[in-house]
Nanobody
Framework: QVQLVESGGGSVQAGGSLNLSCAAS?????MGWFRQAPGKGREGVAAINLNGLTTYADSVKGRFTISKDTYKVLSLHLTSLQPEDTAMYYC?????????????????WGEGTQVTVSS
């Protein structure tokens, strides 16, 4: 498994922006961001494969941008944040070829970073 450490969460007002980062202990074929709001299940937000191909959840398209600075550093730029974006955000990774937003595909997880958006 890969060790993943997230950073960059915080509290912002609606309409604000945040940048999340995730440092991996080694390279992987697929990395993604997931989130879990209080009382809800964990859901996929965005993913990126080794070739830079990205996938986004419909709820964040046009507002969030996933990128990789290197094979080991993953970022998520969050803009136009809304209260419904409030959640714990998790970085995840795996070595499989399919790079989507399904939880079962991922076998390495970070501990999460909190994002809170106030109205």
């Amino acid at each position: 498994q890969v060790q993943l450490v997230e950073s960059g969460g915080g509290s912002v007002q609606a309409g604000g922006s945040l940048n999340l980062s995730c440092a991996a202990s080694t390279y992987t074929l697929c990395m993604g961001w997931f989130r879990q709001a209080p009382g809800k299940g964990r859901e996929g937000v965005a993913a990126i494969n080794l070739n830079g191909l990205t996938t986004y959840a419909d709820s964040v398209k046009g507002r969030f941008t996933i990128s990789k600075d290197t094979y080991k550093v993953l970022s998520l730029h969050l803009t136009s944040l809304q209260p419904e974006d409030t959640a714990m955000y998790y970085c995840a990774a795996h070595f499989g070829e399919q790079c989507g937003l399904e939880l079962y595909q991922y076998d390495s997880w970070g501990e999460g970073t909190q994002v809170t958006v106030s109205s």
